[in-house]
């Protein structure tokens, strides 16, 4: 009933209002919104390139002016977010070290991982659409602290002994 009271009020002329009807109007959100500050820390490895790619800024060392240069080539910056361009990929979003650190135990071993190797995880992170550049030496470390992953993995089969040829005295013997 009350409902039809809204439709038809939401219908009407402005100045036709039901007096029975009991109306309230907000002023304030029911819900308070809570400010949310994302706090990148200034010392991470894509600070130096995007002060270069975003303020021409680069240090005073003249070697470490080059090397980033050199660098920032392969980067660029869309909505304030560092990408690294690829030849045969889309962009990759860059990460620093903890969401680098989320983002592998997630692809190694959350709900949807396999458990797979080094190589083959850093691949699985590529595809997903992250760099960065300590990439492969973070993947060997997730994968060495596995218990998991040691306890079942391949075992390399060695003989004990070093194999010798048995010569047969005529052939097919």
Known sequence: MGADEVSKLASSEEGRTST??????????????????????????????MSFLQDGHLPQNTEEARKIKKRAARFTI??????????????????DEEEAKYILEEVHGGICGDHAGSRSLVNKVVRVGYFW?????DAVEIVRRYDKCQQYGNVQRLPVEKMTTIAS?????
């Open 20 to 49: 029975d009807l009991a109306m309230e109007v907000q002023k304030h959100p029911s819900i308070e919104e809570v400010a949310t500050f994302i706090i990148q820390s200034t010392d991470t490895w894509m600070t130096p390139i």
């Open 78 to 95: 869309l909505n304030d977010v560092l990408y690294k361009r690829g030849f045969s990929m889309p962009y990759l979003k860059c990460v």
């Open 133 to 137: 550049p300590t990439m492969q030496v």
């Open 169 to 173: 005295p005529w052939p097919f013997a």
